[in-house]
């Protein structure tokens, strides 16, 4: 039995930098809201690892700027991994 109340589909987006930008969310969360803007719709911050050593965690500026752009879009959208974020020097959106 399914549990009330409970989503049937979620979204989710990594915030790798320099190749997600809060244009790209935008388009994605305007598709999304087309199906129904009640749809969650997670962005996580990302974290360097295997072969994307190279690529560094997501600024914090980007990852509310795209938070801001989903929120024009969409009811339900939350940011993951923001403790990665505490990891590095503060910077300010």
């Known amino acids: 039995?399914?549990?009330?109340?409970?989503?049937?589909l979620g979204a989710t987006t990594l915030l790798?930098?320099?190749?997600?930008?809060?244009?790209?969310?935008?388009e994605i969360a305007k598709f999304i809201a087309s199906l129904d803007?009640?749809?969650p719709?997670?962005?996580?911050?990302?974290h360097p690892d295997f072969k994307m050593r190279d690529i560094p965690v997501t600024p914090e500026r980007q990852?509310?700027?795209?938070?801001r752009s989903a929120k024009r879009?969409?009811?339900?959208?939350?940011?993951?991994?923001?403790q990665l974020l505490l990891m590095r020097p503060n910077q300010t959106a």
């Open 63 to 67: 990852v509310w700027r795209c938070y």
């Open 1 to 8: 039995e399914r549990r009330r109340g409970m989503p049937v």
């Open 37 to 39: 803007d009640e749809i």
């Open 73 to 82: 879009h969409l009811k339900n959208v939350y940011v993951g991994n923001l």
């Open 16 to 26: 790798v930098p320099h190749y997600v930008d809060e244009e790209e969310v935008s």
């Open 41 to 46: 719709y997670s962005l996580l911050v990302f």
